[in-house]
């Protein structure tokens, strides 16, 4: 008996370290695009593998495991930013709360700075649209995208196209002048 637990766990480390390392690079770079925080995302990108830890050796493996981990993700990005919001309100006076982020300190390399303003055209979108956007960049299929998302798979198309309508003059506005990245 000991053994085959003994194999199973390993059986189970197996599968796991394979889905960390064919995910984890892809999930940190959609999470620091979704959050914008490199620093959260690191944070927040071990916590889903921990979730999968949790969820293969209690429930067993995810059925989708890419559309289960960014589904995740994006759960806890999204809960980030409520707590972050509770928090800023309660320490924050109200008159300051509702103002716009102060942006960015300009930096003198180019590539930085269109970072930047990518981020802060990202922000502009309504949620859905913004990780379906990053998902659909990341590579995910539209099915995926559909699970993750909790919509129809037929809508999901639509809603890329929206979203890139939406971003190219939402760049507009934050001041992207040299065209759509």
């Not at 979730?51 to 995740?72: C, F, K, S």
């Not at 198309?157 to 309508?165: N, Q």
Request: one cysteine or more; a positive charge; hydrophobic letters at 40%.
């Amino acid at each position: 008996m000991l053994n085959l637990a003994k194999r199973l766990n390993g059986d189970t480390e197996a599968r796991f370290r394979a889905h960390y390392d064919a995910y984890h690079a892809a999930l940190h770079r959609y999470v620091c695009r979704l959050s914008g925080d490199y620093t959260a995302a690191e944070d927040l990108t071990q916590e889903v593998f921990v979730h999968l830890w949790r969820e293969m050796t209690t429930a067993g493996e995810p059925r989708l495991p890419r559309a289960w981990l960014y589904r995740v993700a994006t759960n806890l990005v999204i809960d980030r930013g409520r707590t972050l919001r509770r928090t800023l309100a309660f320490i924050l006076p109200v008159s300051t709360t509702t103002r716009e982020p102060a942006a960015p300190a300009v930096n003198a390399e180019e590539n930085v700075a269109r970072r930047q303003l990518v981020q802060r055209t990202l922000r502009r979108l309504p949620e859905p649209m913004r990780q379906c956007l990053l998902l659909h960049h990341e590579g995910i299929t539209g099915k995926e995208i559909a699970e993750i998302l909790g919509v129809k798979p037929s809508y999901v198309g639509t809603l890329v196209l929206r979203a890139h309508d939406r971003f190219k003059r939402e760049w507009e506005v934050v001041g992207g002048r040299d065209g759509v990245p």
